[in-house]
């Protein structure tokens, strides 16, 4: 068939920008092609150079060489044909906020010529598929974020194009209104005979593609269907448990040993990745892993990334250089030596940190009858972490902006020592809970004790005990990093000497030094956020807030972040971390779920998604957990 | 089609937009009325202490016929001293202060002087003040003269008669040049913003991949914005003639063409803006700096471009407001000078082609 002709070639595309002085090359040599009728995603972190390539589709940018060439005609000569024979909705959609979902919609017919008489049959068909039937007189900038998202495909598609070019559809975009999104993509390609280009940075989406580009710092690093992509790493992905000792442990434990590409606690266990494949029975004689339980489970594709990551530049920046692609597995007999420290090799983390807790701990705490429903399932899970005296504790927290509460009676405790996250979408009133919590922001009712010190009274001692790392990376662009850290240190009163002992702990500790005296403007994105945390940091700081820590970072710096994180919670600091990133949510102790201010479940992860477990799903995923709740919840309102 | 799309679009916006709604409407009658009704440059109520060091009837006939004159609000000191605290305080603008000879000297063959002290901070209203007070002061003198019968000796009498603004209402001449003020908000500063405000929401990108060329997203700009500033200009020429009573001599068409030609120079410079401007807090502060506050100092709205120091003057040549103004000062006051009307019309027409042709060529279907 000639529509089997590829629909979009990318021949050695480069690309480079200049901003400010700093020389980034966004695309360096990039060539793939795609097929007609079938999604292909383009996946990558952010940074990799989704977007420019999205861009040069388009007919928006001019590569530097190389050509780009969509639906048979060189993007960049005939960039008008092209334009009138693509869709295209960039990441930030160009809905015009202040006209209603109609006007939109009209707009856009408007401009792509869609003859008045085949519009209102159009209209119908994007507003069923859209589920925006009942909205369509209401303003765009009203709508919730995934409703918008939704809005602009279906301005997009006003006049079904031969070629749809998603760019980050999905970021920031709730759970539900993702799959929804994802439903809409598949029936344009099974029903109408689309081709999809869809870039992400949600390495899971890559399943839900027929073909995948994997694209890193501007290079393609490997292309194919992703089932035969992940299907490399059969018999190299394992769920392992060692009875009586902390998830966290084992993990760090087991990272950084040769042969690990990749250790990840998933609720209820380690998910290890090896550099080869192996039996269940060899890993046992791996350091740390005596007695431990071995199963071996299916290949993710975010394996098969940092896999890739690992093997190709050695990834962003990797920590002592000790992942080798090589397969060195140890096998049976060596290794009969664990370190009770754990993952000895490794520095520690913090000055001040006292050995790992015992894992025998006190009892779980209570909360709210969700436990009882899943008390079946915990038999299986080792004790739980939580221990320690609660240094936060909220209690009914309220807050009100106008007429519409942000938070809704939310209550938990979070004690010494825990890692405890909060997950929801936007707008669900996380990061005011946080600023509460931080002194930030009075409640409108409810009561908060933080480290001890109620916050309606003593905020400014509380916050002398916090640290707080906002969404966005409050540093100061044209501060060099060392001028950064010495101005957080003297913001938290430091004086002179320690201040300077601080700054040269935190250039060491999070391998700043050779940045030291660069503008924390200047920083890519990772050291960015090392920068933040350590800026945090400055004050040693009992209890740690982190708001959205990791929105943007690429998988390997999220997962150097994750061991930070982890270090300094055995070092006895409690850390709050907010999240919209599902796998996220498993590295923590306990978490509470979040929809429309109020808190839906909170558990450990494990028992969070064992609550979603259903007759057609007998695994969950957190996701579906999420969505189930958050559905529960909905139809609780509804019934109301 | 997709023409009209835009420009609907437009219409849209501005009116669902309150800030557009501020700029295009608000700003326009809050201008007309502080200039109409509040500020004037000219000298009224002048607040002036009075001193004689020795009352006299003659002292007291002098002062009287400065409290008669609305020019004046007058207070009186005991002292000198107390008069230079007024002064001080700023509760004064000028001391009179006759001495204690004045009666005697008044008859004698020189003639009396008088003592005026002025606070000099505030140039243009000192000048002022000190020409009231002399006017003040030469009438008494040939007052008191004509009452005895005699003709005060001056060489030269003068007659003045004042044309186009006989009343010398400086609100005459303030409210039409107000119509070129409020044309650059709506044209240049309204412009920019929703250009800028278009790029940051990134409602551009989703423009540009659509088949609508440039031409056209700029066509929809320009006669929506267009439209918005002839309204302006009918809103801001109503209150003037209708409300503040300033004299329309020339003719309204007139008027019409050239205040378009500056509208179409006034979108230009907006559009040109924009296209250096990504950002809508960067393009609102060129639009101000770089257009509206020359507009509103260097046109010859506020201050007379004649009495500016030479290199200024050059400067103002490049200002697009100053052949506007001219225009409308003198359609409004004078009538269809055509020795003025043209050549202003004529550089009006220059810029807009320039300004417009940038726009034209800086502005590409690509994001770079």
Not at chain 1, 523 to 544: T, V
Not at chain 1, 608 to 629: H, Q, T, Y
Not at chain 2, 294 to 302: E, K, Q, T
């Amino acid at each position: 068939m000639a529509s089997q002709a590829p629909i979009l070639v990318a021949t050695d595309l480069a690309k480079a920008f200049t901003a400010g002085g700093r020389h980034t090359q966004a695309l360096d040599g990039v060539s793939f092609a795609i097929r007609p009728g079938v999604v292909t995603g383009l996946i990558g972190p952010d940074g990799a150079g989704k977007t420019t390539l999205m861009r040069l589709a388009a007919g928006l940018l001019i590569p530097d060489a190389g050509a780009i060439r969509v639906l048979g005609l060189d993007a960049t000569q005939d960039s008008l044909a092209v334009q009138a024979a693509l869709g295209y909705m960039p990441q930030r959609f160009g809905l015009y906020e202040d006209l209603t979902v109609q006007e939109n919609l009209d707009l856009y017919a408007d401009l792509q010529g869609v003859p008045k008489a085949a519009r209102a049959e159009r209209y119908g068909e994007l507003m069923h598929m859209t589920g925006l039937a009942p909205f369509t007189r209401r303003l765009a900038g009203r709508l919730s974020g995934g409703m918008k998202q939704k809005l602009g495909l279906a301005c997009t598609l006003v006049r079904a194009p031969r070629l749809l070019l998603l760019d980050e559809p999905t970021v920031g975009v709730d759970p539900v209104s993702r799959r929804e999104l994802w439903a809409i993509v598949d029936r344009l390609v099974k029903g109408e005979g689309m081709s999809v280009l869809l870039s992400t940075a949600y390495l899971d989406e890559a399943e839900r593609c027929n073909e995948v580009v994997l694209l890193h710092e501007g290079k393609v690093l490997d292309q194919g269907p992703p089932s035969a992509m992940s299907g490399r790493m059969a018999g190299r992905t394992w769920a392992v448990t060692v009875p009586g000792r902390r998830h966290r442990d084992v993990q760090a434990e087991l990272e950084g040993q040769s042969g690990v590409v990749d250790a990840l606690v998933q609720g209820d266990h380690v998910r290890l990745v090896t550099g080869s494949v192996a039996m269940s029975e060899e890993l046992t004689g791996m350091p740390g892993l005596e007695g431990a339980r071995i199963e071996s489970v299916p290949p993710r594709f975010e394996d098969v990334f940092i896999d890739m990551l690992r093997s190709s530049s050695g990834g962003t920046e990797p920590r002592d250089g000790k992942y080798l692609p090589t397969p060195a597995l140890p096998v049976n007999g060596e290794g009969e030596n664990p370190s009770p420290e754990g993952g000895g090799r490794r520095r520690e983390f913090c000055e001040h940190v006292p050995p790992p807790p015992k894992p025998a701990c006190c009892a779980k705490m209570a909360v709210d009858g969700w436990e009882g429903e899943n008390s079946g399932i915990s038999a299986s899970i080792p004790p739980s972490p939580v221990c320690g005296e609660p240094v936060i504790q909220v209690d009914n927290l309220r807050r009100r902006f106008g007429n519409f509460w942000a938070v809704d009676g939310v209550s938990f405790q979070v004690n010494r020592g825990e890692i405890f996250g909060l997950l929801g979408a936007n707008g669900a009133g996380k990061s005011t809970t946080f600023r509460m919590l931080c002194g930030l922001l009075p409640a409108s009712s409810g009561s908060l004790r933080v480290a001890g010190l109620d916050l309606r009274h003593a905020a400014a001692a509380a916050r002398a005990r916090i640290g707080y790392m906002s969404q966005k990376f409050s540093l100061y662009g044209n501060l060099s990093v060392a001028q950064n850290l010495d101005f957080f240190a003297s913001a938290y009163g430091l004086s002179n000497m320690p201040r300077r002992e601080r700054q040269a702990w935190a250039l060491a500790e999070f391998e700043l030094e050779k940045y030291a005296d660069q503008l924390s403007g200047d920083l890519s994105l990772g050291y960015k956020q090392r920068l933040a945390m350590a800026c945090a940091l400055m004050h040693r700081p009992e209890i740690l807030f982190l708001d959205e820590p990791t929105s943007g970072v690429d998988p390997l710096a999220r997962r150097e972040f994750w061991r930070r994180i982890n270090a300094l919670a055995r070092g006895g600091v409690t850390v709050l971390v907010t999240t919209h990133f599902m796998e996220e949510a498993e590295y923590c102790d306990r978490l509470a779920i979040m929809a429309a201010g109020r808190i839906l479940a909170m558990d450990e992860p494990a028992a969070v998604k064992a609550g979603a477990r259903a007759e057609g799903n007998p695994s969950p995923s957190m996701e579906d957990a999420f969505i189930r709740l958050v559905e529960a919840g909905e139809a609780k309102e509804l019934a109301a | 089609m997709r023409l009209k799309g835009l420009v609907r679009k437009e219409f849209l916006q501005i009116v669902r937009d309150p800030s557009s709604i501020a700029i295009a409407f608000v700003m326009p009658i809050f201008l007309l009325v502080l200039f109409g009704y509040g500020v004037s440059l000219d000298a009224d109520r002048l607040p002036v202490a009075l001193v004689a060091e020795e009352p006299s009837p003659d002292t007291a006939d002098f002062f009287a016929s400065l409290e008669g004159s609305h020019y004046f609000s007058t207070t009186h000191a005991l002292t000198q001293a107390e008069a230079e605290q007024a002064l001080r305080r700023g509760e004064v603008n000028a001391i009179a202060h006759l001495r204690a000879d004045f009666a005697e000297r008044l008859r004698g063959p020189d003639g009396a002087p008088i003592q005026v002290i002025l606070n000099g901070v505030d140039a243009n209203t000192a000048r002022l003040t000190q020409g009231y007070v002399e006017g003040a002061w030469g009438n008494w003198l040939a007052r008191r003269a004509a009452s005895r019968g005699q003709e005060l000796a001056t060489p030269v009498k003068l007659e003045q008669r004042i044309w186009f603004n006989p009343e010398v209402k400086s609100r005459n001449f303030l409210v039409p040049g107000l119509v070129a003020i409020i044309m650059t908000l709506i044209g240049t500063l309204l412009t920019a913003l929703v250009m800028a405000r278009e790029w940051e929401r990134g409602t551009m990108e989703a423009l540009l991949v659509t088949p609508a060329s440039m031409t056209e997203v700029l066509l929809g700009k320009l006669i929506a914005y267009f439209t918005l500033g002839t309204g302006g200009m009918l809103l801001t020429v109503g209150m003037a003639v209708f409300l503040f009573e300033v004299p329309l001599r020339g003719s309204f068409w007139v008027l019409w063409v050239c205040a378009s030609l500056f509208l179409l120079a006034a979108l230009g410079m907006g559009l040109t803006i924009s296209t250096l401007a990504r950002s809508q807090f960067v393009a609102g502060q060129i639009a101000i700096i770089g257009t509206f506050l020359p507009a509103f100092l260097l046109s010859g709205f506020l201050f007379d471009i004649d009495s500016m120091p030479a290199m200024v003057q050059n400067i103002t040549h490049i200002i697009v407001a100053r052949y506007f103004v001219s225009i409308v000062q003198t359609l409004f006051l004078a009538g269809d000078v055509w020795a003025v009307v043209l050549p202003n019309a004529a550089a009006l027409a220059l810029m807009a082609a320039i300004f417009l042709a940038i726009t034209w060529r800086k502005s590409r279907k690509r994001l770079e």
